[in-house]
């Protein structure tokens, strides 16, 4: 579906235009009547650049192909299908990601054969970034006017955050997500067998072991036990007074490439956010790229869209809780001073520098950028 632009003169046809009217003028005061020919003959020109860009469009475009996402920075290949219903001369086509133009030119096109046109982008801006819409331009042969035709040709991209590899080897270290957890006994037949025991009141009759029993004349269960699967729960600040856009994109980017780690090593791992909009899941994340799509879409808020501490659900209280925020959050104090959370709680403190930081009763590592806590990660340099 197209629609119509108002016409515009090129910069020549404006030179034209102007060039009659000024014969006219001297036509007018001299009486010179090579000057009226003139004229007569530069507005037929213009008159009929006016009149030949065709008023609709004998092309139909579509998206082929077109990438659902991508990571920031990274380059894109883009397809687009044009099929003429009738023969249609080189054209000039003008689409658009995110606001931004990219203009291509489509060869000429004919009703037996489809056209198709790849051209690059490199999308520098996490989120969502919307495709369209695509303009035709078509020019009359001497170049005096354009007709712009607008295709409601739309489609969005997401645009991931960059992640920054961590290597797991070194997740001990640091102690991120890797925290020593006991076993504790379990009724489950499948859990770990560490040995035979005096039954118990309260133990269930299916760990009894009765051929041991028999033997021992004393009622024996099997101990059996497990160990719970390490939990991690991220919390990243959206509040637009905690940190400034540099930073919080910094903040984005250590939560994804925190993400992305816990996950290649099989931690359970929850994403919370205190954007309203996209709040996170209270569930564990299953895929990087689930994660990936979340970080994509959440922003910097402002105080009424920002979630409140107690409206933040943290998920297993059991979780070893890190938060990685701006300087300027409340969030920190408010999570230090709960009793439950402190002794859990491992705060990532982005700063740019412009003025002297308070103490933490909490362990936290300060950071100036993304890079720098891949490199701290990957050294085995985190204090924490």
Not at 135 to 151: M, N, S
Request: hydrophobic share 45%; no cysteine.
């Amino acid at each position: 579906m197209s629609s119509r632009s108002p016409l515009r003169l090129t910069r020549r046809g404006m030179v034209v235009l102007v060039a009659a009217v000024a014969l006219g003028v001297a036509s007018y005061a001299t009486g010179y009547g090579a000057f009226i020919v003139l004229t007569l003959i530069a507005l037929v020109v213009v008159a009929m650049a006016i009149a030949i860009p065709r008023v609709a469009s004998s092309v139909d475009f579509d998206r082929a192909d077109s990438p659902r996402a991508v990571g920031r920075g990274q380059t894109v290949e883009l397809t687009l299908a044009a099929t003429a219903r009738r023969p249609s001369p080189p054209i000039r086509v003008v689409d658009h990601l995110a606001g931004q133009p990219l203009p291509m030119s489509l060869p000429a096109t004919s009703p037996e054969v489809q056209t198709v046109v790849r051209y690059r982008v490199q999308p520098l801006r996490r989120g969502i970034q919307t495709l369209g819409p695509l303009l035709e331009e078509r020019t009359d042969p001497f170049g005096l006017a354009t007709r712009t035709l607008t295709h409601q040709l739309g489609g969005e991209i997401i645009v991931f955050p960059v992640v920054h590899q961590l290597r797991p080897s070194v997740a001990g270290k640091v102690g991120l997500g890797h925290r020593e957890i006991a076993p504790t006994r379990s009724a489950d037949p499948a859990a770990e067998f560490r040995g035979m025991r005096e039954y118990l009141p309260g133990d269930s009759d299916r760990l009894i072991h009765w051929p041991s029993s028999a033997r021992s004349e004393v009622p024996l269960v099997r101990d059996l036990y497990e160990t719970p699967q390490p939990t991690l729960t991220v919390l990243l600040e959206t509040y637009d007074g905690a940190a400034t856009d540099v930073l919080f994109e910094d903040s984005v980017e250590i939560a994804a490439s925190l993400m992305s780690e816990a996950l290649a090593r099989e931690v359970a791992v929850t994403l919370r956010t205190r954007d309203r909009a996209v709040p996170g899941r209270a569930e564990p994340v299953r895929q990087t790229a689930e994660a990936l799509e979340l970080l994509a879409r959440v922003s910097r808020t402002t105080a009424e869209t920002t979630l409140p501490a107690s409206a933040m659900v943290i998920g297993d209280p059991m979780a070893q809780v890190v938060l990685i925020a701006g300087a300027g959050s409340p969030l920190i104090g408010q999570l230090a001073a709960m009793a439950s959370m402190a002794p859990r709680l491992v705060v990532l403190r982005l700063d740019d520098g412009a003025a002297p930081l308070g103490p933490l009763s909490v362990r936290h590592v300060d950071l100036a950028n993304a890079e720098q806590f891949a490199t701290l990660w990957n050294t085995a340099a985190l204090a924490v």
